[in-house]
């Protein structure tokens, strides 16, 4: 249920009025009373996320009440809902935050997390709710990577309720062609451009689809420049310090002038408004031989029941290997491979009048039981627990990959307000060179946009 679509800034969010969730539940007195809490997705019965509005409703509200009552507290829950974009939703969520309202337990896109904490409109867990915050019994399940995403500043704010992962999918059929092994699994950039070059010379279309240019907005910073900029060792933001003209920057640069100005790929695709949708479709055609994806196509893009490009054969055909760093150990914390990850957080509202509770309903939702609930009838993702994913993933080969092998090692993007501009100077970057201009030029004109984006020289690494 990851929250797609990102933040312009609180600050412009606020101007707009009067929406306003259900207040944080009140309490009819002192201990042993009845005590209400309310717990808000973006998600409506018949509506959007409709599936995760019926398992809190059905699922988690009653075995939650029940548990309580088994413990002698008298609690009752009530959901939230909500169905609209996801901007309109973090609308709603700052302003009953700010005015010191809204429900008790909250789900927030991890990207928000920064900036919300910044604002003051969410407070550190331990702050909240004391030592249980901390020693949540869950923490051990979640790898540290992916902890990372309800961190800011060293402290945890929120819970991870879900993540995912990004891989190189390849098409085995035209590997066999070019003569390249059905277990491929690249150990530098030079190899990727390699097997590029062999499926060019078999006659593949378009041997390399990274996504590159604005018509493909966060897409391109996801599934492209970040992963590249991570497998040459950098990160977009850093101890506070944005990197600019950096030589990571320069070498992920390099690398999409190798692909499109060297005939590996179409950067005709890169500037089309429907660029993305069509590369999917290239892809479930044959036309494309290795392709920068995250989970999302392996399971709503090339699914064959039910995806956007559906590929009868995908178990058989589609290859998935991790992306690796420009060379062995040259990337990110000095790895030999690297990826990136969204997701989406849980939380308790600091204006709540039961925090404990709140915490306690949260802890529950990211229980083993709970997400075996939530992931049954199709429902299959990846969730931030190790335990849990070793059991639903089991038939799931691609998704037990993801857990396994790439979220360990995965990075998340800056959890900060003026993030989103950044990432658009970066599709900016990519699409320059895409068009031909030189990457050194490419990361100069960007270091000066993100200048003027971040406060000046003085925000930049040198």
Same mark, same amino acid.
């Given at each position: =249920?990851?929250?797609?679509?990102?933040?312009?800034?609180?600050?412009?969010?606020?101007?707009?009025?009067?929406?306003?969730?259900?207040?944080?539940?009140?309490?009819?007195?002192?201990? +042993?009373?009845?005590?209400?809490?309310?717990?808000?997705?973006?998600?409506?019965?018949? *509506?959007?996320?409709?599936?995760?509005?019926? #398992?809190?409703?059905?699922?988690?509200?009653?075995?939650?009440?029940?548990?309580?009552?088994?413990? +002698?507290?008298?609690?009752?829950?009530?959901?939230?809902?909500?169905?609209?974009?996801?901007?309109?939703?973090?609308?709603?969520?700052?302003?009953?935050?700010?005015?010191? !309202?809204?429900?008790?337990?909250?789900?927030?896109?991890?990207?928000?997390?920064?900036?919300?904490?910044?604002?003051?409109?969410?407070?550190?867990?331990?702050?909240?709710?004391?030592?249980?915050?901390?020693?949540?019994?869950?923490?051990?399940?979640?790898?540290?990577?992916?902890? +990372?995403?309800?961190?800011?500043?060293?402290?945890?704010?929120?819970?991870?309720?879900?993540?995912?992962?990004?891989?190189?999918?390849?098409? !085995?059929?035209?590997?066999?062609?070019?003569?390249? $092994?059905?277990?491929?699994?690249?150990?530098?950039?030079?190899?990727?451009?390699?097997?590029?070059?062999?499926?060019?010379?078999?006659?593949?279309?378009?041997?390399?689809?990274?996504?590159?240019?604005?018509?493909?907005?966060?897409?391109?910073? =996801?599934?492209?420049?970040?992963?590249?900029?991570?497998?040459?060792?950098?990160?977009?933001?850093?101890? *506070?310090?944005?990197?600019?003209?950096?030589?990571?920057?320069?070498?992920?640069?390099?690398?999409?002038?190798?692909? #499109?100005?060297?005939?590996?790929?179409?950067?005709?695709?890169?500037?089309?408004?429907?660029?993305?949708?069509?590369?999917?479709?290239?892809?479930?055609?044959?036309?494309? +031989?290795?392709?920068?994806?995250?989970?999302?196509?392996?399971?709503?893009?090339?699914?064959?029941?039910?995806?956007?490009?559906?590929?009868?054969?995908?178990?058989?055909?589609?290859?998935?290997?991790?992306?690796?760093?420009?060379?062995?150990?040259?990337?990110?914390?000095?790895?030999?491979?690297?990826?990136?990850?969204?997701?989406?957080?849980?939380?308790?509202?600091?204006?709540?009048?039961?925090?404990?509770?709140?915490?306690?309903?949260?802890?529950?939702?990211?229980? $083993?039981?709970?997400?075996?609930?939530?992931?049954?009838?199709?429902?299959?993702?990846?969730?931030?627990?190790?335990?849990?994913?070793?059991?639903?993933?089991?038939?799931?080969?691609?998704?037990?990959?993801?857990?396994?092998?790439?979220?360990?090692?995965?990075?998340?993007? $800056?959890?900060?307000?003026? #993030?989103?501009?950044?990432?658009?100077?970066?599709?900016?970057?990519?699409?320059?060179?895409?068009?031909?201009?030189?990457?050194?030029?490419?990361?100069?004109? #960007?270091?000066?946009?993100?200048?003027?984006?971040?406060?000046?020289?003085?925000?930049?690494?040198?």
């Amino acid at each position: =249920m990851a929250l797609r679509k990102r933040s312009m800034g609180v600050v412009a969010v606020i101007t707009a009025a009067g929406l306003g969730l259900a207040a944080c539940g009140q309490s009819s007195g002192g201990d +042993g009373d009845a005590i209400e809490l309310t717990i808000a997705q973006n998600a409506i019965a018949g *509506g959007k996320n409709a599936a995760a509005a019926k #398992y809190i409703a059905d699922w988690v509200i009653p075995k939650f009440e029940a548990a309580q009552k088994a413990k +002698g507290k008298d609690v009752t829950v009530k959901f939230v809902p909500s169905g609209v974009d996801d901007e309109q939703y973090k609308t709603k969520l700052s302003l009953d935050l700010k005015s010191g !309202k809204g429900a008790d337990v909250i789900d927030i896109d991890s990207i928000w997390a920064g900036e919300f904490a910044e604002a003051g409109y969410i407070k550190p867990l331990s702050e909240l709710v004391g030592a249980e915050a901390d020693s949540w019994d869950g923490w051990a399940q979640i790898p540290e990577a992916v902890q +990372g995403m309800a961190e800011f500043n060293g402290k945890k704010y929120a819970l991870p309720v879900g993540t995912d992962g990004r891989v190189l999918y390849f098409n !085995k059929t035209l590997f066999a062609k070019a003569g390249l $092994p059905a277990d491929w699994q690249p150990k530098s950039w030079q190899e990727v451009l390699d097997a590029g070059t062999k499926l060019k010379s078999s006659g593949v279309p378009v041997p390399i689809q990274i996504n590159a240019g604005t018509a493909m907005g966060e897409a391109t910073s =996801m599934q492209g420049v970040l992963p590249l900029l991570a497998g040459a060792g950098g990160e977009v933001l850093k101890d *506070g310090k944005w990197s600019g003209a950096s030589q990571p920057l320069k070498d992920a640069l390099g690398l999409y002038q190798k692909i #499109y100005g060297g005939g590996l790929g179409d950067p005709k695709l890169q500037q089309e408004a429907k660029g993305r949708d069509k590369s999917f479709q290239q892809f479930a055609e044959g036309k494309i +031989g290795i392709l920068m994806e995250g989970d999302y196509f392996w399971r709503g893009v090339v699914n064959p029941k039910d995806g956007v490009a559906k590929m009868a054969d995908r178990d058989q055909t589609v290859g998935y290997a991790m992306i690796p760093a420009m060379e062995p150990g040259k990337g990110l914390r000095g790895q030999d491979f690297v990826s990136m990850s969204g997701g989406a957080l849980r939380t308790v509202n600091p204006n709540s009048k039961h925090p404990k509770e709140a915490f306690e309903l949260l802890a529950f939702t990211l229980s $083993p039981e709970a997400l075996k609930a939530e992931t049954a009838n199709g429902n299959v993702r990846v969730t931030p627990r190790t335990d849990v994913n070793k059991e639903i993933l089991a038939g799931e080969p691609l998704l037990t990959y993801i857990s396994e092998k790439v979220l360990p090692l995965t990075a998340y993007r $800056p959890p900060v307000a003026v #993030y989103p501009q950044v990432s658009v100077a970066l599709q900016e970057a990519t699409a320059a060179v895409v068009g031909g201009t030189a990457p050194d030029q490419a990361a100069a004109d #960007y270091q000066k946009k993100l200048e003027g984006i971040v406060g000046g020289a003085g925000n930049i690494a040198s």
